[in-house]
């Protein structure tokens, strides 16, 4: 097929995408101090993540590098980078990852730990009281007794979570719309907790 003189050429997609990459090039920088300023806890994220995982059906990892990140498993890299920007960076990076700054927590933190070994993340109602979720997440993850107690699981759960996340483009990232869904789903959460009780939604 001839193109007409004038015409600007489209980008040539990879032939599994139907959309270019999209990265995410900058964390919010309220992001973390939202979080940390409404005591945004385990439990909050792991509402957040489950939620996300229902909509686009990611798996997480947190233990990978020494800071810990969030990973969003079977997320293709080409959603938030160029195949011919890969080949430059081939042997330094390359994962679909936020991370945690080193400051707040690494990968041996036993939040980290107890989250990275979710065998089947739960499927809650974020408007569910608290401990209706946490009773869920302890009957269904079935999360491995030898490393932590029920009574160590409930206490980890309700520890402070501020996301101080960042980003590495193009080493490592998420795709921008990726997090624009999860920024919701942590920001409507927050929103909840800081509702009184007399205007909380029904359920």
Known sequence: MVEAKGMSKR?????????????????????????ENSGFNVLD?????????????????????????????????ELWISQAQMKKIQYAGGCSELRFSLSQM??????LI???????????DMIEDDNVIIEKILSTTKYRSDRFTVEEQ?????????LRLRENYPYY????WVFGVFEG??????????????QAPDA
């Not at 690494?106 to 939040?111: A, D, M």
């Open 106 to 111: 690494n990968k041996e933190s036993p939040e």
């Open 185 to 198: 789903l942590v920001l409507q959460r927050v929103n909840l907790k800081m509702l009184p009780a007399a």
């Open 11 to 35: 980008k040539r997609l990879s032939d599994s995408m139907m959309i270019p990459p999209d990265p995410l090039k900058k964390v919010p920088k309220d992001f973390a101090t939202i979080t």
């Open 45 to 77: 994220l792991v509402v957040c993540l489950s939620e996300l995982q229902r909509i686009f059906g990611y798996g997480f990892s947190f233990t990978g590098p020494c800071e810990g990140s969030i990973e969003l498993i079977n997320c293709s890299r």
């Open 154 to 162: 409930r206490s980890l759960l309700k520890k402070p979570m501020p």
């Open 114 to 124: 107890f989250l990275d070994n979710f065998r089947r993340w739960p499927a809650v």
């Open 173 to 176: 990232t998420w795709p921008r």
